[in-house]
């Protein structure tokens, strides 16, 4: 009896799911790996608490990412544009991320880091400050704290062609465009 019970484990271990991740409140997660996919794109690797965590994002669903609110070229405006976000210490977005709940003890976000335009050539006027949230994500250091929340959305894919829209069920689909 002991050696079946030690042969499962063996075959089990650190191959079972362990608990969703996201529960609707912020929470920090630990920047672990940053992987140069092209000149000004990224894929950001996230930790989860534990090795067997998933982040429990359902399909369609998104989470919010919080970054400090960086300080524009121009008083009152980002990007030659009038700034709503000037007064605000912290900046919030919505990300879908490139792994799933399959994948376990980390998240994955792929993201476009947009400098600021005197930082290209030619110089790029009509985004003089670049994106608020990428260059916050692309500042962050290895060890770094992100906070995000989660799950969101109004749209989950339950998979065999079934939708719930706000949490009904709506008739099947044979074909999905996207």
Request: charged share 25%; glycine share 10%.
């Amino acid at each position: 009896a002991v050696s079946v019970l030690s042969l499962y484990w063996f075959l089990t271990s650190g191959k079972s799911k362990g608990k969703a991740f996201l529960d609707k409140s912020r929470q920090k997660v630990p920047l672990k790996e940053k992987i140069q996919l092209s000149h000004d794109t990224f894929l950001y690797r996230f930790g989860l608490p534990a090795k067997n965590d998933y982040i429990g994002l359902p399909i369609g669903k998104h989470f919010k990412v919080f970054g400090k609110c960086p300080t524009p070229s121009v008083t009152g405006q980002w990007n030659g544009q009038s700034d709503a976000e000037t007064s605000a210490s912290e900046i919030e977005r919505k990300y879908t991320p490139t792994s799933s709940d399959d994948d376990l003890g980390f998240v994955d976000l792929v993201i476009k880091v947009y400098r600021p335009g005197h930082t290209y050539t030619p110089k790029r006027d009509r985004f003089s400050d670049g994106g608020k949230m990428s260059q916050f994500v692309d500042s962050l250091k290895i060890g770094d704290m992100m906070e995000i929340q989660g799950p969101f959305g109004h749209i989950e894919y339950t998979g065999m062609g079934q939708f719930e829209v706000m949490k009904k069920q709506i008739p099947k689909v044979k074909k999905i465009g996207m």
